[in-house]
T-cell receptor, first 115, second 114 residues
Framework: NAGVTQTPKFQVLKTGQSMTLQCAQDMNHEYMSWYRQDPGMGLRLIHYSVGAGITDQGEVPNGYNVSRSTTEDFPLRLLSAAPSQTSVYFC??????????????FGPGTRLTVL | AQSVTQLGSHVSVSEGALVLLRCNYS??????LFWYVQYPNQGLQLLLKYTSAATLVKGINGFEAEFKKSETSFHLTKPSAHMSDAAEYFCAVSDSGGYQKVTFGTGTKLQVIP
């Protein structure tokens, strides 16, 4: 299993540009989440999904869109990049809590800089 | 809404000494609590989780945490620090019964001094 994969690893954007951060998992997990990590602030939840076709907002959803058309993929779209979106983005997946193998798996992250 | 507070953004211990990382939670319902570790330039890894089955939870790499409802605490401990324990540690809480809405603390960087 590849686990949770994220592409790209690094990205530089100009203000106003749009882009999609890709996230895929091969563990057939129902739950997937996007977080951003900023120094001194821990991880903050952007959007999450509990299954294909079902998404919801987290703590900091403004400026980001998601969709979940398949169990495997959960892309994060930046509609019009702003310098405040400079951050490290992590995707995570997990089965429902309580399953014998339940844990939350994180991808390696995408480091995004918006100029 | 649930939240966690981690006391101390940086903690230094000598190799072989006790590791104690503090976390207090705030939740209106019985919480699910987690500790994660992040090594430099990597994603997070789950160390352990509390889901009300037992108040003392053992995790990977020799870490454990005790849920104390009266103190609203979930401190992480390890009897003897190893150089490889140097990392950033995050306490987290979920009141949704799952990983889909987890709220993280601001993290504690652990330095291990040889």
């Amino acid at each position: 299993n590849a686990g949770v994969t994220q592409t790209p690893k690094f990205q530089v954007l100009k203000t106003g540009q749009s882009m999609t951060l890709q996230c895929a998992q091969d563990m057939n997990h129902e739950y997937m989440s996007w977080y951003r990590q900023d120094p001194g602030m821990g991880l903050r939840l952007i959007h999450y999904s509990v299954g294909a076709g079902i998404t919801d907002q987290g703590e900091v959803p403004n400026g980001y869109n998601v969709s979940r058309s398949t169990t495997e993929d959960f892309p994060l779209r930046l509609l019009s990049a702003a310098p405040s979106q400079t951050s490290v983005y992590f995707c995570a997946s997990s089965p429902p809590l309580g399953q014998s193998t339940d844990t939350q798996y994180f991808g390696p992250g995408t480091r995004l800089t918006v100029l | 809404a649930q939240s966690v507070t981690q006391l101390g953004s940086h903690v230094s211990v000598s190799e072989g000494a006790l590791v104690l990382l503090r976390c207090n939670y705030s939740s209106s319902v019985p919480p699910y609590l987690f500790w994660y570790v992040q090594y430099p330039n990597q994603g997070l890894q789950l160390l352990l989780k509390y889901t009300s089955a037992a108040t003392l939870v053992k995790g990977i790499n020799g870490f454990e945490a005790e849920f104390k409802k009266s103190e609203t605490s979930f401190h992480l401990t390890k009897p003897s620090a190893h150089m490889s324990d140097a990392a950033e540690y995050f306490c987290a809480v979920s009141d949704s019964g799952g990983y889909q809405k987890v709220t993280f603390g601001t993290g504690t960087k652990l330095q291990v001094i040889p």
